[in-house]
């Protein structure tokens, strides 16, 4: 057996390329505010918040004690006909936050779970009020929905649906915003675009508006590399699920939680959809947690409408746990008290102005920014798409920064708590390796 002593060969790691990494590890080995150090004792730069999840830097203080006392006082309580006062005290908490009407809270573990529980919430919903025809599923081309059979039938990402078969069927997909040649280098969000959400009445004309339950986007898509929605898109989306009585499902799980200036983007775009999706910044990852915030009506529908006993046949054994509660609470207070929701405001005209220096270097074919989150776009390599970004990435980190890179683009979504003087490291360092990639 080739890796039998290696102790880098049990753990089938996941998204990553297993055997590059284990030819060349790179180990984190703890992490403090703005930085990670590696098991070789190097600081890293933390230019993606973890995976878009630490929003308010690593190791916090309040967070890590209120996971230690929780641990301590109740490991585990089940949400199965039973309960406790944390997850109902977020989820109070949690629905103040949201766009006024989304205020019922079903908890998840992740991102994924989150997106599934909300298709679920929609197909259950269209039944409940008597509209069972309503079953199909509309999703957008460079959606990322997380990776369960749910999330990747709607998602967008043809690498991670062709392993997979057939998925769920009945799901169709808008086209996507992205456009370099209308909107390239762009400060926030792009002018030309709007009428791209017609493409749901395409999609309303061909299948039948009572057929279809739910459209689900990101307001902001972020691991396809940053695709900011077009001034009156999200808006056109949303008149044209009201006008042929489709649920709008937004995927927050990396817009919520200061990302893009505000709780949620659907507050920041000021366009309210039916479901929102969270997760990551939730509990600023310290514990795996997500959620999902219904409309009330929605939730009415299900709950009131339906005979004695359960009213929708859905949940995590660790829905709510007690750990990532704690936590969530935690973070929420220290979103509350360090203004971190006010980020993008404060820092966003620096921030924008910053990484948009990086227009005309070697290779950029595209700036966008938005809140705290920039998406660089390089030419990709003749016959060797993504290399150059992934080189980028590994230059970077041996430089002491982590940046994402994702097909071709590098995609920069730092802790909310940085200041100018790491943004100025970020965009300096990338701007002299940008120099050395060829
Ligand atoms: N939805 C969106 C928009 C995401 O960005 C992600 C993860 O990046 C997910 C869902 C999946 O989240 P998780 O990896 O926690 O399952």
């Keep these: 057996m080739k890796f039998e002593n290696d102790p880098l060969a049990a753990f ?51 967070i890590v004690e209120a996971i230690r006392k929780t641990a301590g006082e109740l490991d585990f309580a089940p949400v199965f006909q039973l309960g406790h006062p944390l997850a109902f005290e977020l989820a109070t908490r949690l629905a103040r936050l949201m766009p006024e009407g989304l205020d019922r809270i079903f908890f998840t573990n992740s991102g994924s779970e ?79 675009g709007a009428h791209l959400a017609d493409d749901l009445e395409r999609i309303v004309g061909l299948h039948g508006a009572e057929t279809i339950a739910a459209v689900i986007v990101e307001p902001m898509a972020g691991s396809t590399g940053v695709l900011v929605p077009p001034v009156g898109y999200l808006e056109r989306l949303r008149e044209i699920c009201d006008r042929h009585g489709i649920l709008l499902i937004f995927d927050e799980v990396i817009t919520a939680f200061g990302r893009v200036g505000g709780a949620t983007a659907a507050g920041t775009f000021g366009v309210t959809p039916d479901i929102i999706t969270m997760a990551k910044g939730l509990t600023n990852a310290a514990v795996p947690m997500g959620a999902v915030a219904v409309r009330r009506s929605v939730h009415d529908a299900i709950v009131e409408g339906a005979a004695d006993g359960i009213e929708l046949f859905h949940g995590y054994t660790y829905s709510g746990h007690p750990l990532a509660a704690a936590a969530a609470l935690a973070t929420l207070d220290l979103y509350r008290d360090e203004g971190l929701f006010d980020r993008a405001t404060e820092l966003g005209g620096y921030w924008e102005d910053a990484v948009h220096s990086l227009r005309g270097k070697r290779h950029v074919i595209d700036v966008r920014t938005i809140g705290i989150v920039a998406g660089i776009e390089l030419e990709p390599r003749p016959g060797a798409p993504t290399k150059r970004a992934t080189e980028l990435f590994q230059k970077c980190f041996d430089a002491g920064l982590l940046v994402r890179a994702t097909g071709d683009i590098i995609a920069l979504s730092p802790p909310l708590i940085l200041e100018t003087a790491h943004i100025d490291e970020m965009v300096g360092r990338i701007a002299a390796l940008l120099a050395t990639v060829d």
């Design 12 to 62: 089938w790691m996941p998204f990553t390329a297993n055997r590059a990494y284990k030819a060349h590890p790179r180990q984190l080995a703890s992490a403090k505010d703005m930085h990670y150090v590696t098991d070789q004792g190097a600081r890293i730069l933390d230019g993606t918040a973890g995976l878009w999840c630490v929003n308010a830097g690593h190791c916090r203080a309040p």
């Design 114 to 192: 989150s997106v599934d529980t909300a298709l679920k919430i929609a197909l259950a919903y269209q039944r409940a009020r008597g509209q069972g025809t309503r079953t199909r599923l509309i999703g957008r081309e460079r959606g990322y929905h997380g990776v369960g059979f749910g999330g990747i039938s709607v998602g967008g990402i043809v690498n991670n649906r062709r392993q997979f078969g057939t998925l769920l069927t009945g799901v169709d997909h808008m086209s996507h915003t992205h456009n370099l040649e209308h909107n390239a280098f762009t400060r926030g969000q792009p002018n030309w």
